[in-house]
Structures are given as C-alpha cells and as structure tokens.
Nanobody, 125 residues
Framework: QVQLVQSGGGLVQSGESLTLSCETSEDHVSNYHVGWFRQFPGTVRLFLGTISWNDDSTSYADAVKGRFTISRVNDKNTVYLRMNNLTPEDTAIYYC??????????????????WGQGTQVTVSS
C-alpha cells in the first residue's frame, strides 16, 4: 500500500507562486507515475499534469501548461508541483496520485491507484 502525504497548500495572492509537495511513505515514488489533479466544488477531479516513472518525462493540461511544473526527487521520495502566476481561478483542492508503471492513459484519474489527502489552495484577488 502506497501512502501519499501532501503539504504546501494555503492562501496566496494573485500573481504569486506556490509549491505543493507529495511525499510517499516508502521508496516507491520512482516506480510510479505521479499525477496532479485539482477539484473545484461540485466537479470531478481535473488532470493537471503527470511525471513518468521511468524517464521523468512530463505532460500537462493545456490550462496550466507553462505555469505549472512537476518535478521529482527520488532520494527524497517526493514529487513537487510548482505553480506560478496564480489567479483566483486556480482556487481548488489539489491532489497528487500514483499510478503503477504499467498504467496507460495517465491523463485519466481512473489510471491512478493511490491518492494523497488533498490540500486546499486559495488565491485571493
């Protein structure tokens, strides 16, 4: 069982940056794709981006491409989501998730087996 523990959410002002962390309980992060999603009230979780388990290649949703960056530090079992130039429209609950190396269609939430607890990001205008 892989456990994902998130940290780094909070309240920021429009235009500021924020980095979210997703730490695994054991040395698993290098064996999984790790994705980030966000959820607005009353909606499903939306894909933001993912980092591949084997070559650290990344892909992003068009809505955040160029503003959000995912990185991985394997020896710290941690994946980061760096968010720049935040706006009030980025206010949501953010989740990290892990999918097995064999997973396909990692843009879909259904590809992920394990989820972090979620962290609130609020951007004030």
């Amino acid at each position: 069982q892989v456990q994902l523990v998130q940290s780094g959410g909070g309240l920021v002002q429009s235009g500021e940056s924020l980095t979210l962390s997703c730490e695994t309980s054991e040395d698993h992060v290098s064996n999984y794709h790790v994705g980030w999603f966000r959820q607005f009230p009353g909606t499903v979780r939306l894909f933001l981006g993912t980092i591949s388990w084997n070559d650290d290649s990344t892909s992003y949703a068009d809505a955040v491409k160029g503003r959000f960056t995912i990185s991985r530090v394997n020896d710290k079992n941690t994946v980061y989501l760096r968010m720049n130039n935040l706006t009030p429209e980025d206010t949501a609950i953010y989740y990290c998730a892990a999918a097995k190396a064999s997973a396909r269609y990692t843009l879909l939430s259904s590809a992920y087996d394990y989820w972090g607890q979620g962290t609130q990001v609020t951007v004030s205008s």
